[in-house]
């Protein structure tokens, strides 16, 4: 349905706002009186008094003094008549110098509203010159600019309007030091003031402000799904590529151009992706459901129309949103140095090889009754050890699962090579028990030490739970965590 353009505002007769529609009624074809004034102008009644209280007062003053002294002394009378008038005609002239200060607050502002001009000027040229966005774009803008002008000019015309009430103010000065040579002439100043600062009704023009503001957001919305898509388009493709079906993971997660998208939508996504994201928090066994709502959400609202879009952007948003779990919470339970753990490992450190027996065909004879912390840097499984170090630095569940499985997929392959160094095939069939494994790895984290895994295990524990990965995945994750329950229950001999 197309938009309603609001009516304009009507003009009232009396409206102080709107005077300055009237230009003509204040050329007079004879001299004006009080009368012909307020009929034009009944407002301006509320911003002057003339009193003729104060004159009749020096009336009566007089003619006490008159009948007190009995004397028919004409000069005399006229005399304190004359300072009388005197007294009210500068009376008169103080009240019309008083209208300065009108007409420089009057000057003031339009200095004010020009400058206003000028900088909404400046903003519809950098409109113009934008490359971001599309020549539709660049006319809404354009026009909700010049509704920023029209507003500007409206309040503008509105407070030189004043400039009426100010000759009308002088031209009844004039009528009353004519007519009125006794009264007492006020000007309110403070309320032409008042009425000066008060800003006249503008709701027309932000009503089409507010219609074009929708207006623009519409298409901008539209513009943002076309460029939405195009980057979804270089994510599934980087997707295709590194994608690996057996563990339902994609190592090169193409992050960069997928933030990208989703900081293109609007603040409505960007709150519920929010509100997801403390959902996830609050319920981590249920962060697998969470993430696959957003993902439908996303598929929806952008018509992600690839074959394995929910796929791919499962392991995606998994990514982005743990990469602000990791911010907002977990890094608070992670950052936090577990010395317990460190203090075991460094004692497990004091161990040799003797005494984690099913480890011992996986090593050197040479090692077996070294101590840990004594085994050179070149020993055979220095590249492993690296493994596990680098494992502490991943903030994603996913991420880190796959990284636990690389390292022990390739914890196996070494000491199955090491087993059985005259056979390639042996070597490939080779498989580490749990008891080995277990040992092994144990051995691994104490050569690693200080690492700080196992709050990070315990950390990621539910959220890897609730995410279902691959039975490998998961597999990787619980020997990690079997691995560091190892180092608190195994008893050091003494």
């Known amino acids: 349905m197309s ?5 304009a505002p009507a003009l009232h007769p009396v409206d102080s706002r709107e005077i300055f529609k009237r230009p003509q009624q204040f050329f007079y074809c004879q001299r004006p009186t009080l009368a012909t004034i307020l009929e034009k102008l009944p407002e301006l009644s509320n911003y002057f008094e003339i009193r003729q209280n104060l004159a009749q007062t020096r009336s009566h003053d007089t003619l006490a003094a008159l009948n007190k002294t009995r004397n028919d002394n004409n000069v005399k009378n006229d005399a304190i008549e004359q300072e009388h008038v005197k007294r009210m005609r500068d009376s008169v002239q103080k009240s019309v110098l008083s209208l300065n200060s009108i007409i420089n607050l009057i000057a003031e502002i339009e200095a004010q509203q020009k400058e206003k001009i000028r900088e909404i000027q400046g ?3 950098n409109v113009c010159q934008r490359k971001d966005a599309s020549f539709q774009n660049k006319i809404l803008l354009y026009l909700k600019y010049q509704e920023n002008i029209k507003i500007v000019n409206y309040y503008t015309k509105y407070v030189k309007s004043h400039i009426v009430y100010v000759n009308n103010l002088v031209e009844i000065a004039n009528i009353v030091q004519r007519e009125h040579p006794h009264a007492e002439y006020i000007i309110h100043t403070d309320e032409i003031i008042k009425s000066i600062k008060k800003k006249p009704d503008v709701s027309y023009f ?11 957001q519409n298409v901008s919305s539209e513009e943002k799904s076309l460029k939405i898509n195009n980057m979804l388009d270089a994510v599934f493709i980087s997707c295709e590529e590194h994608y690996n079906e057996s563990f339902d993971f994609i190592e090169d997660d193409g992050l960069i151009d997928f933030e990208k998208a989703i900081d293109s939508t609007s603040n ?8 997801a994201i403390k959902r996830l928090i609050d319920n981590p066994k249920n962060s697998g459901e969470i993430i696959i709502e957003l993902c439908q959400v996303f598929i929806e609202k952008f018509h992600a129309t690839h ?3 929910l796929r791919y952007l499962f392991i995606i948003f998994t990514r982005y949103v743990f990469s602000r779990v990791y911010t907002m919470f977990a890094h608070q339970k992670i950052i936090v140095s ?10 497990l450190r004091n ?5 984690f027996p099913p480890s011992l065909k996986f090593l050197p004879s040479e090692l077996h009754n070294v101590k840990i912390s004594d085994f050179p840097d070149d020993h055979f499984y220095s590249s492993c050890v690296a493994d596990i170090l680098f494992l502490q630095f991943e903030t994603c569940p996913v991420d880190f699962c796959y990284a636990a499985y690389k390292a022990l997929n390739h914890l196996q392959k070494v000491a199955a090579s090491f087993l059985h160094q005259s056979s390639e095939k042996d070597q490939e069939d080779c498989q580490l028990s749990l ?3 277990l040992d092994v790895t144990t051995i691994m984290l104490a050569l690693a030490s200080p690492v700080e895994l196992r709050r990070m295990v315990t950390t990621f524990a539910p959220f890897v739970c609730g995410l279902r990965l691959s039975s490998q995945l998961e597999f990787a994750f619980m020997s990690l965590q079997s691995a560091c329950d190892h180092v608190f229950s195994f008893r050091i001999k003494k």
């Open 206 to 216: 932000e009503d089409r402000k507010k219609i074009l503001a929708r207006k623009i």
């Open 123 to 125: 903003d519809i040229k």
């Open 435 to 437: 008891d080995e494994l």
């Open 338 to 347: 577990d010395l317990l753990f460190i203090n075991k490992l460094n004692k």
């Open 3 to 7: 938009e309603v353009l609001p009516k």
């Open 268 to 275: 409505i996504y960007h709150g519920g992706l929010l509100n």
């Open 307 to 309: 074959q394995n879009a």
């Open 351 to 355: 161990c040799s090889p003797n005494d």
